[in-house]
């Protein structure tokens, strides 16, 4: 069965640095798009970045550009997001996602919280 499981989540001041991982397993992984999603408190969840099995970006969410980077190792069946100069307003569970033959699969989410 498809299980994600996302890592790396925690508590940082404004301007610091966090990746993030998502472990996948139970499907071929490098041929299919793995995507970031997060959701803040009283909002909806909203694509961060998507990549493709061949590593083609697909940006998401505006804010984030040019501060978060999706990557994958294919080889680690893994998927990470690297985010920089982190907001207060970037505070959300962070939820890793795949579709498979139409249906989506979430992680169970890791809490990103910036704040001082």
């Known amino acids: 069965q498809v299980q994600l499981v996302e890592s790396g989540g925690g508590l940082v001041q404004p301007g610091g640095s966090l990746r993030l991982s998502c472990a996948a397993s139970?499907?071929?992984?490098?041929?299919?798009?793995m995507s970031w999603y997060r959701q803040a408190p009283g909002k909806e969840r909203e694509l961060v970045a998507a990549?493709?099995?061949?590593?083609?970006?697909?940006n998401g969410e505006e804010s984030v550009k040019g501060r978060f980077t999706i990557s994958r190792d294919n080889a680690k069946n893994t998927v990470y997001l690297q985010m920089n100069s982190l907001k207060p307003e970037d505070t959300a569970v962070y939820y890793c996602?795949?579709?498979?033959?139409?249906?989506?699969?979430w992680g169970q989410g890791t809490q990103v919280t910036v704040s001082s």
């Open positions: 139970g499907f071929t992984f490098s041929k299919y798009v």
């Open positions: 990549i493709t099995g061949s590593g083609d970006i697909r």
């Open positions: 996602n795949v579709q498979v033959w139409r249906t989506n699969y």
